[in-house]
């Protein structure tokens, strides 16, 4: 127990340290804080200067309060519990194998140092990104985790930062399916995430963003807005009972699976889920809202 409590203590401190770290140093392009604030920047300004939904306001319904889910999120987040829960949970499941005599590394099925960069990246990209796909699918199919993402879905107006709109479950939801299939790969050093990690947000924001895109013949590819704002459709297809279009960076997925859904022109469709009406609008209320839910049963 003291080794956990060491291990949570140090995840604080060395995190604290870090955020400091980025805070004041711009002189490195794998700065995460610089480097989301640049991003949500140039893809509002795409929002302003091509505006798909015209009639939206450039301060849309709540962009204040997903601009502070952004950098809650992203950081804050991490400084409260992430970082500590993930570097705990890595620990423990590492304590699992070794009661079997095992360890992480008799796991990896091939180690991308021995690769080419480019095939590396590219292979920890896929795995990645279907990984994530199937646990987003999770969170609309399972009841318990479906009251946490509803958060996501209570937009009602889409712009980039609606992006990270999410509650504080959903990372660890996310995280802790993720672990094992990228420590099987193993061998990425903070470079290699930060590339994946930043081409990630800029498609997550392009999806979120007032824009009127699908990129041609790559929307079988790659997710899109045009694409993604039928997965917050407050209707659901007839023949749909969970959601459609759960891709977060590829779309590819949903089409090899079936699961895409782009009936027509989605620019003025109702957002949200049913029931939305009752959902909370405020930041701790939302918070709340899976734990209130469970009390009230």
Known sequence: MEKYIDIIKNSYSGYWNY???????????????Y???????????????????????????????????????FFLLNLIILIAL???????????LSIAGLNISNLQLFDVDNMPKALGLFIFFIISDFVQW??????????WLWNFHKVHHSVKEMGFAAHLRY???????????LYIPIA?????????????????IIVGHLNHANLGWDYGFLKYVFNNPKMHIWHHAKELPKHVRYGVNYGLT??????????????????D???????????????IEQELYPIKLKNEV
């Open 269 to 283: 469709i109702e957002l949200g889920f049913k029931g939305d009406e009752q959902f909370p609008k405020d930041f």
């Open 86 to 96: 993930s570097n705990t949970a890595a620990e423990f499941f590492n304590d699992i």
């Open 167 to 177: 509650h504080w479950m959903e990372p660890i939801v996310y995280k802790s399916l």
């Open 184 to 200: 099987i790969i193993g061998g990425f050093d903070a470079q290699d995430v930060a590339i994946v990690y930043f081409f990630a």
């Open 35 to 73: 480097g989301l604030i640049i991003i949500s920047i140039l893809v509002w300004l795409l929002e302003i200067a091509f505006p798909w939904r015209k009639n939206q306001s450039i301060f849309r319904k709540d962009f204040w309060l997903d601009t502070f889910y952004m950098f809650f999120n």
């Open 19 to 33: 955020l400091k770290h980025e805070l004041i140093s711009i002189n490195h392009w794998d700065n995460y804080f």
């Open 134 to 143: 199937n646990t987003h699918r999770l969170l609309h199919r399972v009841p």
């Open 250 to 267: 590829l779309s590819l997925w949903d089409y090899i699976f079936k699961t895409n859904h782009i009936p027509h022109d989605g620019r």
